[in-house]
């Protein structure tokens, strides 16, 4: 009987407790802005007087101001052609988030850049969802630093100077997603990580994706095309994984390697990119670059390369990749015992260094 009246107790205590936690700290509470007959006309002020773990429901309209955002929050528009943000001081970001670890969610908005030099900036540890919305115009569009971490569903990034950017040690996932008409779509550098998932990287002026440094892209399900600096260009000791993608028709090439850079290919249509479907960057084989240098490989199966020849594959053993039964290791300039032996303790000292 005794220990039924204790439980009782802390039930009605830890229940009281639960109730106080909601109620004073603000948790769960929605807010509503919109232009008239709201609480709040701006997103900014509900952000300010929001709690950690609130919503705000922002409902139709133009909102120019610029968001800074240091809280777990979730702020949703009606829908993207109806919620739109526009910076209102132009030589800052439109959105700038850092929570320190933090959940946020940005659902059914347009965001425009207009002539901000950024348009979004995730700085921290920050864990951001983008969820049907259209981020367009400016310098640059998405900017992760350090170890924050994006996933975009069904959202279009366009009309940029580079449309994303993920740096240091930034994560970010694709899905159901378009990257396009910028001057460049991704740059992906130092040890980031890129995951596009069923998605579309089209009609840039410049390279669709850049990978540098030792990032590594994952690219699965997910169209590469009609970009005019080259598909996919890699460089330094970065890695990509391709799997059952298109890269059609980019000028200059489709996928181009240089210095270390390694490509895991599989089940791709690799179809007709101009001068080279897959190729390094190197005097041999037609670029400016040096004669020497190429260190890294390419491997893989079930590709489809069309045309297949000495002229849109350099050097020719990358065509192993088009085969059933590929999967050998391609060096186009095979280092001297010592010059690997270098080569292999420099990148050692690069990742103890910058990994």
């Not at 802005?33 to 409902?59: F, H, M, P, R, W």
């Not at 298109?246 to 179809?271: C, D, P, R």
């Not at 890294?296 to 085969?323: H, L, M």
Request: aromatic share 8%; with cysteine.
């Amino acid at each position: 009987m005794r220990n039924h009246k204790v439980t009782k107790k802390l039930f009605f205590t830890c229940l009281l407790l639960t109730i106080f936690f909601f109620t004073h700290l603000g948790f769960g509470e929605t807010r509503q802005v919109c232009k008239i007959g709201c609480n709040y006309n701006t997103i900014q002020v509900a952000l300010n007087e929001s709690q950690s773990g609130d919503s705000i429901e922002v409902k139709n309209g133009e909102y120019v101001e610029n968001l800074t955002i240091t809280k777990s929050i979730t702020i949703t528009g009606t829908k993207p052609q109806w919620t739109t943000v526009s910076a209102s001081a132009p030589n800052t970001p439109v959105i700038q988030v850092n929570t320190g670890g933090g959940q946020v969610l940005l659902k059914n908005f347009t965001f425009e850049g207009e002539d901000s030099k950024e348009l979004m900036t995730i700085h921290g540890t920050t864990n951001i969802t983008l969820d049907n919305c259209v981020l367009t115009d400016g310098v640059n569009g998405l900017t992760l630093n350090n170890s924050s971490t994006l996933t975009a569903r069904n959202t279009l990034l366009n009309q940029f100077g580079l449309a994303t950017t993920l740096k240091n040690s930034a994560e970010a996932t694709f899905t159901e997603c378009e990257i396009s008409n910028s001057k460049r779509g991704f740059k992906i550098q130092d040890s980031s990580v890129l995951t596009l998932i069923k998605s579309r990287v089209q009609d840039n002026s410049g390279p669709g994706i850049m990978i540098q440094d030792t990032a590594l892209a994952n690219v699965y399900f997910t169209s590469i095309k009609t970009n005019k600096g080259g598909g996919i260009r890699l460089k330094d000791f970065s890695r990509l994984h391709l799997n059952e993608s298109k890269i059609i028709e980019n000028q200059i090439g489709g996928i181009l390697l240089s210095n270390s850079a390694l490509a895991n290919l599989f089940n791709n249509e690799i179809v007709s990119n101009s001068s080279k479907n897959l190729s390094v960057i190197s005097k041999s084989c037609g670029f400016s670059g040096p004669t020497k240098g190429f260190y890294g490989y390419v491997t893989g199966e079930g590709n489809k390369i069309v045309p297949a020849n000495s002229t849109t594959i350099c050097p020719e053993r990358f065509s192993v990749v088009n085969s059933s039964n590929g999967g050998t290791s391609s060096y186009l300039f095979k280092p001297g015992t010592f010059a690997f032996i270098g080569l292999i303790g420099a990148a050692t000292l690069y990742f103890i260094l910058f990994g």
